[in-house]
């Protein structure tokens, strides 16, 4: 038997979990790492798992299973992972800290300097720049109004790239 090794799969849009039945109908080995989310809909609160890393199915393949992957009509591109190692270390890290209960979230890649627009709460919509961000959840937003700028801290979640 040859050794597994680690490729990503990404998927067409919000393909992720068709993909992990596919595969288990295959017979391939993959990892879609999920958390429980909730939203309010006309009052009924409706709960599901909601993928950490959308677009991203993590698969461990022999060498010839990849062609079986790439032949599934939810794959966009299958992507080999170099450092093997490392990339094992990491998923079974985020694998841990499910298991834990921990609240986790995908951490936006928004940084100082970029132009945002606030997606939710009392200022939706108002665009901005990042004048710099804190940990995973607050940035500092410059507004600028009249040629003034005016400081608001919004969480990064609330946010997204212009």
């Known amino acids: 038997m040859s050794e597994l090794l680690w490729f990503v799969a990404h998927t067409r849009p919000r393909c992720e979990k068709k993909l992990l039945e596919y595969c288990q109908r295959h017979q391939l ?3 879609l790492p999920c958390a ?60 841990m800290a499910l298991k834990s209960d921990l609240e986790i979230r995908l ?34 937003l410059r507004l600028d109004f009249i040629g003034q700028a005016a400081a608001v801290k919004v969480d990064a979640d609330l946010l997204e790239l212009i």
């Open 36 to 95: 429980d989310s909730a939203h309010k809909y006309r009052g009924k609160t409706v709960s599901f798992s909601k993928p950490i890393f959308p677009g991203y199915v993590f698969l461990q393949l022999e060498p010839g299973q990849a062609q079986t992957v790439r032949q599934s009509q939810h794959v966009a591109n299958l992507l080999d992972v170099f450092d093997q190692a490392t990339f094992a270390e990491q998923l079974n890290a985020i694998l």
């Open 107 to 140: 951490a936006p890649a928004i940084d100082a300097g970029m132009h945002v627009r606030i997606k939710a709460g009392p200022l939706r919509g108002i665009e901005g720049w990042v004048e710099q961000r804190s940990g995973m959840a607050t940035v500092l």
């Open 29 to 31: 080995s993959a990892t």
